[in-house]
């Protein structure tokens, strides 16, 4: 009922930057905290960052000062700005949304399909 789909990801070399967009659709009643995570081959998946509905962000220390989170409520889009990129962060980034629909008007998490994102070194 809720459908993620991210897009931005694909192959870039160390010290580039890529931007990531996640766009929200379906029976949306409201989104509460949006976030973004990655799932490294062999690793588990871990947040990468994530900014609640009143635009507070929090960040892995690992990204600290090279991502940047954000959020248009209007667009039911949240966007990943990722500079100074590593080999370290190759990885598949998925697109998290805490969201209450319409139909039972009860939260959930929804996830996005993901995308690839290399940096070759």
């Known amino acids: 009922q809720v459908q993620l789909v991210e897009s931005g990801g694909g192959l870039v070399q160390s010290g580039g930057s890529l931007r990531l967009s996640c766009a929200a659709s379906?029976?949306?009643?409201?989104?509460?905290?949006l976030g973004w995570y990655r799932q490294a081959p062999g690793k588990q998946r871990e947040l990468v960052a994530g900014?609640?509905?009143?635009?507070?962000?929090n960040y892995a220390d690992s990204v600290k000062g090279r991502f940047t989170i954000s959020r248009d409520n209007a667009k039911n889009t949240v966007y990943l700005q990722m500079n100074s990129l590593k080999p370290e962060d190759t990885a598949v980034y998925y697109c998290n949304a805490d969201v209450k629909i319409v139909t039972t008007m009860r939260r959930y998490d929804a996830w996005g399909q993901g995308t690839q994102v290399t940096v070759s070194s």
């Open positions: 900014i609640t509905s009143g635009g507070i962000t």
């Open positions: 379906g029976s949306i009643l409201s989104i509460y905290a």
